[in-house]
């Protein structure tokens, strides 16, 4: 399989580009970076990546020229700039990237009509496996266990809650069978709402990323805890994901389709 990796000097995409490199059933062929960027900073990174023979350019057809997939870990907007020379080409779109709009989602789906795209909040096993967990949880204890989430990343994060925290918001939301959005706390001042689903967010140091579920009721508490300790996970769910999109039709698909989750 072909891949070509967006934004291929950033702090997955530099990753997912290692990951490639490391595996004898895919193929690195091309990676793109912004326009303005210093070329030599970005050799430099893809040299110490060893693959200085990369091709690297900013224009996202010429990116997918010879492609079967992208791995696309990068900001909405370049994300989506990258989508449309993907759909036209009719290949395979794994998006890590977080933080869309609706606005920005609506035009990924109306895209998927002709691409086959996978978009996860999360890509490592551990917590798509943890969403399965949140959701048995919250379907078991009624709305007496208030459930918080909380996230910690790294310092230069952009979007907050994370992609993750929502993907676990969500999964309680579906548990409890309501709507993440009629159910959704960020700002918490004033007294908690019987069935909120609450959420917190810390920015600190280089921390990869914590997420933290709590159920808490009157006189217990249970809480569901995943830790990245390296972005390897991540890169590897994304190849892992891009292998099973192969025979698929077009589609927006998720990380629960992948693996084959309920
Ligand atoms: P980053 O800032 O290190 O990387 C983004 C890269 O995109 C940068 O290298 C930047 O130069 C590049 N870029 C900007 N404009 C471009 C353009 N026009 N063309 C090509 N490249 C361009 O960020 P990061 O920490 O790697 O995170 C990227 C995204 O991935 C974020 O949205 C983050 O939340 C998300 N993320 C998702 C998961 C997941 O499993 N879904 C895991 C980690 C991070």
Not at 52 to 76: C, N, Q, R, W
Not at 109 to 134: P, R, Y
Not at 189 to 197: A, H, Q, T, Y
Request: aromatic share 4%.
């Amino acid at each position: 399989m072909k891949i070509a990796v967006a934004g291929c000097t950033g702090r997955m995409g530099l990753t997912v580009v290692k990951a490639v490199l490391a595996r004898d059933d895919m193929t690195l062929v091309a990676g793109s970076r912004p326009t303005g960027f210093d070329n030599e900073a970005a050799k430099a990174q893809l040299v110490l990546a060893d693959c200085h023979g990369l091709s690297v350019t900013s224009d996202p057809k010429e990116l997918m020229a010879e492609a079967d997939a992208l791995i696309d870990f990068t900001y909405p907007e370049v994300t989506l700039s990258h989508a449309e020379a993907v759909a036209e080409k009719g290949a395979i779109h794994i998006i890590g990237t977080t933080g869309f709009t609706g606005g920005q989602q609506k035009r990924l789906e109306t895209l998927s009509e002709k691409a086959t795209i996978v978009q996860a909040g999360n890509f490592s096993l551990g917590v798509n496996l943890l969403a399965q967990l949140v959701e048995q949880a919250a379907k078991m204890l009624d709305e007496n266990y208030d459930i918080e989430i909380n996230e910690v990343h790294h310092r230069h994060k952009k979007d907050a809650p994370s992609g993750t925290a929502l993907l676990l918001g969500r999964a309680a939301a579906r548990g409890r069978g309501v709507k993440l959005e009629e159910k959704k706390a960020v700002d918490r001042s004033g007294e908690r709402k019987l069935g909120d689903i609450g959420f917190s967010v810390q920015r600190a140091g280089g921390v990869v990323g914590i997420h933290d579920v709590t159920l808490a009721g009157e006189n217990e508490m249970i809480t569901l805890s995943h830790q990245g300790f390296n972005r390897k996970i991540f890169a590897d769910g994304s190849l892992t994901a891009a292998l099973w999109a192969k025979d698929k039709k077009p589609g927006l698909y998720s990380m629960r389709d992948v693996l084959a989750l309920s």
